[in-house]
């Protein structure tokens, strides 16, 4: 079996307080969830491609993450792995392969790998008899940010535009398959390529959706994190730093911890929909829980 992955940044302490807004006390506790949770689906004959930015620790600290992540390992480059690249303690059997870019067959299919996303990819526009497309873009370096937002509307804009050819006089929509392969989408889980194309597409009809009940006054706001299928606030209490219990709310469409009013501050989904929970004193107190599957069971 063959899984794809993105922006673990092992060892990237900043990410728990700034950007991803990682839900952990510590670097260490960061570093063994993901390694739990890649180790709960990879065999040890199965194939992982992270698709860079990987680890932001010297060579032998992730020479010692790559010691306990079960499976074949392989690396498209990005911008924050030079620190290991380049450090000669860093062991490189641990990679099958190492390379800058890439383009491999997955079943019927040919995926374009780069750490940085291609608007137009090699193969882009070819499909099979059916319609199907045959080739997809994977990428990472985006997070869940404005850029990926404005990804997001790229690939709706391109597909909702049609065009003829020298081939076809009837207008045909542009295919547009990029997928970013953000580990939190996940849960930090490597998955197959249909999974993470499942993903893909609920991300675009949530972004389409959110972009379409957005108020002029707001467009100024990030809409990106679409990674869900609801948009709601949960109250729940937990403890602060100093030891007394805080009240906090969760935006259910990117999870996001903070206040907020109509529209969350930080992905600027409008709050208008109430939950319903099926198990009975949830949400739990680790809100890591809150990932995009079991929110996609409580939507559906």
């Given at each position: 079996m063959r899984y794809y992955i993105a922006d673990q940044h092992f060892y990237h302490r900043s990410l728990l307080t700034s950007m991803d807004k990682r839900p952990f006390?510590?670097?260490?506790?960061?570093?063994?969830?993901?390694?739990?949770?890649?180790n709960s689906r990879v065999k040890?004959?199965?194939?992982?491609?992270?698709?860079?930015?990987?680890?932001?620790?010297?060579?032998?600290?992730?020479?010692?993450?790559?010691?306990?992540?079960?499976?074949?390992?392989?690396?498209?480059?990005?911008?924050?792995?030079?620190k290991f690249l380049r450090d000669p303690n860093f062991d490189y059997s641990m990679f099958r392969w190492i390379?800058?870019?890439?383009?491999?067959?997955?079943?019927?299919?040919?995926?374009?790998?780069?750490?940085?996303?291609?608007?137009?990819?090699?193969?882009?526009?070819?499909k099979n008899k059916d319609g199907t497309p045959t080739h997809f873009m994977l990428y990472g370096?985006?997070?869940?940010?404005?850029?990926?937002?404005?990804?997001?509307?790229?690939?709706?804009?391109?597909?909702?535009?049609?065009?003829?050819?020298?081939y076809r006089s009837d207008p045909e929509e542009i295919p547009c398959n990029m997928i970013n392969c953000f580990c939190m989408f996940s849960d930090y889980v490597p998955l197959t390529l249909?999974?993470?194309?499942?993903?893909?597409?609920?991300?675009?009809?949530?972004?389409?959706?959110i972009n379409k009940r957005m108020k002029p006054s707001k467009q100024t706001l990030n809409?990106?994190?679409?990674?869900?299928?609801?948009?709601?606030?949960?109250?729940?209490?937990?403890t602060g730093a100093?030891?007394?219990?805080?009240?906090?709310?969760?935006?259910?469409?990117?999870?996001h911890k903070g206040s907020f009013d109509k529209y969350c501050q930080h992905c600027g989904a409008l709050m208008d929909e109430e939950p319903t929970f099926p198990e009975k004193g949830y949400p739990?107190?680790?809100?890591?829980?809150?990932?995009?599957?079991?929110?996609?069971?409580?939507?559906?």
């Open positions: 006390s510590t670097v260490e506790e960061m570093n063994q969830y993901m390694i739990d949770q890649w040890p004959d199965d194939e992982v491609i992270i698709l860079g930015d990987f680890s932001m620790g010297n060579g032998l600290l992730t020479s010692q993450i790559l010691l306990q992540l079960s499976g074949v390992k392989c690396l498209i480059v990005g911008n924050h792995d030079g390379k800058q870019y890439a383009e491999i067959r997955d079943g019927r299919r040919i995926v374009c790998l780069s750490h940085y996303p291609i608007m137009c990819y090699n193969g882009q526009y070819r370096h985006t997070h869940c940010t404005m850029d990926e937002s404005l990804i997001r509307n790229y690939q709706i804009n391109t597909m909702s535009t049609k065009r003829t050819s020298e249909d999974e993470w194309i499942d993903i893909r597409n609920s991300q675009l009809v949530i972004q389409d959706r809409t990106q994190c679409v990674n869900s299928h609801a948009h709601w606030m949960i109250k729940y209490n937990r100093d030891g007394f219990p805080i009240d906090a709310f969760i935006c259910s469409n990117c999870n739990p107190e680790d809100w890591r829980e809150l990932n995009i599957e079991r929110w996609k069971s409580f939507w559906r």
